[in-house]
């Protein structure tokens, strides 16, 4: 199964849920966490800190990682680091992130 095919169905989930989100653990390491995550289009996850380091890789749409000073955009097939600073992200459109964590 491809992350899109899985991703289809995260979004479906996301579409029916009233959080407008669905998430699936892709892998959970002794170091690294992987989660793929669906949020439809002006879905919100609130503003939050970062454990540690992390990146954001957008598979499909465009979402939008906000921090006091900035906003950076992030589109399909894009990776970036997710800011240290406090920051939230919003979905533009339908989407589907990668979000990747290093577990200390």
Do not use: F, K, W, Y
Request: glycine share 8%; charged share 20%; proline share 3%.
């Amino acid at each position: 199964m491809t992350l899109l095919t899985m991703g289809a169905g995260q979004l479906d989930e996301a579409r029916v849920s009233s959080a407008g989100r669905a998430s699936r653990t892709l892998h959970s390491g002794t170091r690294l966490r992987q989660t793929l995550i669906a949020l439809t289009a002006g879905t919100r996850m609130n503003e939050h800190q970062s454990p540690g380091d992390a990146t954001v890789q957008c598979l499909q749409g465009h979402v939008t990682l906000h921090t006091r000073e900035r906003a950076i955009a992030v589109a399909a097939g894009v990776l970036v680091d997710a800011p240290p600073e406090r920051h939230d992200l919003v979905a533009d459109q339908d989407s589907l992130v990668i979000l990747t964590v290093g577990v200390s």
